[in-house]
Every structure is written in structure tokens, then in C-alpha cells.
């Protein structure tokens, strides 16, 4: 699994014009995306990655600050863009293993007493945010070799 963790000042997503999920204060926007082979056990290592992250003010965590999570899927984490120009997405899980997957890594979020709001899975989807910094972090787990 991935995730592109973004310190944010602000951040939503709307679907249809309609905001579905919205940081309620400054946080972290996740960007996340499941392979073919992850597991649930995958969810539940990398939200505790992100939680435990020190990318917030004074090298705190999420953990340490009780900060939001906006948190959306997004399968173009695995974009396969060695060849051409025309991304392949075979790398990415399709929906019958990513959407459970991406539910239980918001789950494991919460068991850790996080506040998440989320997009729609598989829909259309416009995310705002004001990247604080910006600081950018992509984690993997497993991690890559």
C-alpha cells in the first residue's frame, strides 16, 4: 500500500459539487493506493505510519497534536509510466481488494483516536488543499527493496 501524506492548512473534496469530507482544522490530506498484494495487516502498519509521522510543527505527529486526516483513494499511486506515454494501471488493486482495504486502513485510523474524514470511493472526485510548507511524504509498506 501507499500513501502520499500531505501537511495540510485546509483541505476538501467535493463529489458533484457537494463537499463530502473536510479537514475541520489543520491536518493531514492521504492520498492512498492498495496493489494486488496487500493486506489488511498492510492497512493497519501504514496507518500507523501515518499517524505516527513527525511532519506537523516542531517534528510532531498527527498522534501527538490529535491533528484530522482528510483521507481519499487513488489508484494512480500505482501509474506505471516507464513506457510511452499513456500510464498503465495495472499495478493498482481493482476495487474488490482496494476498497476494503482502503476502509480498513481508515479503521485503523480511528481504533488509534483519529479524526478522518473521507472522499467517495470510485467516485469523481475533486480534492482542494493548501499544502502546508509543503511537505510531501510518500510511505509505502511493505516497503519497497
Given amino acids: 500500500m501507499r500513501a502520499l501524506v500531505q501537511r495540510a492548512l485546509s483541505g476538501e473534496v467535493r463529489v458533484a459539487g457537494e463537499v463530502v469530507g473536510r479537514l475541520p482544522r489543520p491536518g493531514l490530506v492521504v492520498l492512498v493506493g492498495v ?5 489488511g495487516a498492510h492497512a493497519v502498519e501504514l496507518a500507523r505510519k501515518s499517524h505516527g509521522l513527525r511532519i506537523l510543527a516542531d517534528e510532531t505527529s498527527a498522534a501527538d497534536r490529535d491533528a484530522p486526516f482528510l483521507v481519499v483513494s487513488q489508484f494512480t ?14 499495478a493498482a488493486a481493482p476495487r474488490p481488494v482496494s476498497e476494503p482495504l482502503v476502509e480498513a486502513y481508515i479503521r485503523a485510523l480511528r481504533d488509534l483516536g483519529a479524526h478522518v474524514e473521507t472522499g467517495i470511493f470510485g467516485a469523481n472526485m475533486q480534492v482542494e488543499l493548501v499544502n502546508d510548507g509543503p511537505v510531501t511524504v510518500l510511505l509505502e509498506v511493505p516497503a519497497p527493496r
Fill in 35 to 39: 496493489a494486488h498484494a496487500d493486506t
Fill in 77 to 90: 499511486l500505482y501509474a506505471d509510466t516507464r513506457k510511452g506515454r499513456r500510464p498503465s494501471w495495472s
